[in-house]
């Protein structure tokens, strides 16, 4: 941390500047300019940097090393590559996740996961407690629908992914599901992240609607922290002043967290954009920025599905897009 003092402040302000810092457990480096100091605080301990920049004479306090550990690539230089049952995602491996907002029926996910299966998807997707903005909207078929996705996907050997919302559901989610989602209303819902920490299966951590790059890290970090080194880290769209689309899709996101973290960076182009014709463009597009892996909506009638039947694909529209994505990944040297 670099605490920046204000030009020509007194020799007494900056002593007591620097009693504060030892007194909280850093050494001070001290860099005298013509009419300016500088002083270094280095050391291991959390302090809130607005306590520094309250004392008299402090101009501006720069963070200077970063607040996550775990999720950072100076932790583990090499990608991390989850996984599932020999289904990779991460480090040049693209995942391909596809599936309904949520789980209807029986025959809904069977429909759905067989077209699916045939164009070549291992990982089925499907909401069973769905976080939606009215109480009065349908809230997922609870462990029912779990059930069918176990059953569904065991039938054409796939795996499963649904949204986890409370921590006392999660015994629950271990029995049925192979990677659980946290989805990104509950990002921050930091007692859930940290029973996560505890599992050993994947989190598919969302971004939140309004989060920062580095809160999403954070939030990775809580999962890691406790110990549950597989992260997959989902891009779906922020909210910003536009309102043609759900929401703003992040591409930029991507580069960005892969410098920074280790973990792999998939991206929800259905949630991003809310409307199925955007969804083959930000899924190329995504792809070509190197993302490690897409999470596609798809239903196998998106005219009568109880929800986000705007943004699913139809079936045949999705393996047409299957195709044209491993294209564009065969030209960037990497595999679905
Ligand atoms: C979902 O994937 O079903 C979902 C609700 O997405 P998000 O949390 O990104 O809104
Ligand atoms: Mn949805």
């Given at each position: 941390?670099?605490?920046?003092?204000?030009?020509?402040?007194?020799?007494?302000?900056?002593?007591?500047?620097?009693?504060?810092?030892?007194?909280?457990?850093?050494?001070a480096?001290?860099?005298?300019?013509?009419n300016q100091?500088?002083?270094g605080?280095?050391?291991?301990?959390?302090?809130?940097?607005?306590?520094?920049?309250?004392?008299?004479?402090?101009?501006?306090?720069?963070?200077?090393?970063?607040?996550?550990?775990?999720?950072?690539?100076?932790f583990?230089?090499?990608n991390?590559?989850?996984?599932?049952?020999?289904?990779?995602?991460?480090?040049?491996h693209?995942?391909?996740?596809?599936?309904?907002c949520?789980?209807?029926?029986?025959?809904?996910?069977d429909?759905?996961a067989?077209?699916?299966?045939?164009?070549?998807?291992?990982?089925?997707?499907?909401?069973?407690f769905?976080?939606?903005?009215?109480?009065?909207?349908?809230?997922?078929?609870?462990?029912?629908?779990l059930?069918?996705?176990?059953?569904?996907?065991?039938?054409?050997?796939?795996?499963?992914?649904?949204?986890?919302?409370?921590?006392?559901?999660?015994?629950?989610?271990?029995?049925?599901?192979?990677?659980?989602q946290?989805?990104?209303?509950?990002?921050?819902?930091?007692?859930?992240l940290?029973s996560?920490?505890?599992?050993?299966?994947?989190?598919?951590?969302?971004?939140?609607?309004?989060a920062?790059?580095?809160?999403?890290?954070?939030?990775?970090?809580?999962?890691?922290?406790?110990?549950?080194?597989?992260?997959?880290?989902?891009?779906?769209?922020?909210?910003?002043?536009?309102?043609?689309?759900?929401?703003?899709?992040?591409?930029?996101?991507?580069?960005?967290?892969?410098?920074?973290?280790?973990?792999p960076?998939?991206?929800?182009?259905?949630?991003?954009?809310?409307?199925?014709?955007?969804?083959?463009?930000?899924?190329m597009?995504?792809?070509?920025?190197?993302?490690?892996?897409?999470?596609?909506?798809?239903?196998?009638s998106?005219?009568?599905?109880?929800?986000?039947?705007?943004?699913?694909?139809?079936?045949?529209?999705?393996?047409?897009?299957?195709?044209?994505?491993?294209?564009?990944?065969?030209?960037?040297?990497?595999?679905?």
């Open positions: 941390m670099l605490i920046v003092m204000q030009p020509r402040t007194s020799e007494d302000n900056i002593q007591k500047v620097i009693a504060f810092i030892k007194e909280k457990g850093f050494d480096h001290v860099s005298n300019g013509e100091t500088v002083i605080a280095v050391g291991k301990k959390l302090i809130d940097k607005r306590d520094i920049e309250l004392l008299a004479g402090v101009k501006e306090v720069i963070r200077i090393s970063s607040p996550y550990k775990l999720v950072s690539r100076v583990k230089p090499e991390t590559i989850i996984d599932v049952k020999g289904i990779k995602i991460g480090g040049g693209i995942g391909m996740i596809a599936g309904p949520t789980v209807e029926t029986y025959e809904q996910m429909a759905t067989a077209k699916l299966s045939k164009a070549g998807v291992k990982v089925l997707r499907g909401g069973a769905k976080p939606r903005t009215s109480p009065y909207a349908f809230q997922g078929l609870g462990e029912e629908g059930k069918i996705m176990r059953e569904v996907a065991d039938k054409y050997d796939m795996l499963v992914t649904s949204e986890v919302m409370e921590v006392n559901q999660i015994p629950m989610f271990l029995k049925y599901v192979d990677i659980l946290v989805g990104a209303r509950n990002m921050q819902n930091f007692n859930l940290k996560l920490g505890e599992i050993r299966k994947p989190v598919l951590l969302k971004r939140g609607l309004s920062t790059i580095e809160e999403w890290l954070m939030s990775a970090e809580y999962i890691m922290a406790g110990g549950n080194r597989e992260v997959i880290l989902c891009e779906r769209g922020i909210r910003t002043f536009e309102h043609i689309k759900r929401n703003t899709l992040d591409i930029s996101a991507i580069p960005v967290v892969q410098k920074i973290s280790h973990l960076v998939v991206v929800d182009p259905s949630h991003a954009t809310g409307l199925r014709d955007k969804v083959a463009p930000m899924s597009a995504s792809i070509a920025a190197g993302a490690d892996g897409l999470i596609i909506e798809v239903h196998n998106p005219e009568t599905a109880i929800c986000d039947g705007a943004q699913s694909l139809y079936p045949e529209q999705f393996a047409d897009l299957f195709n044209e994505l491993k294209a564009l990944a065969n030209l960037l040297k990497r595999t679905f």
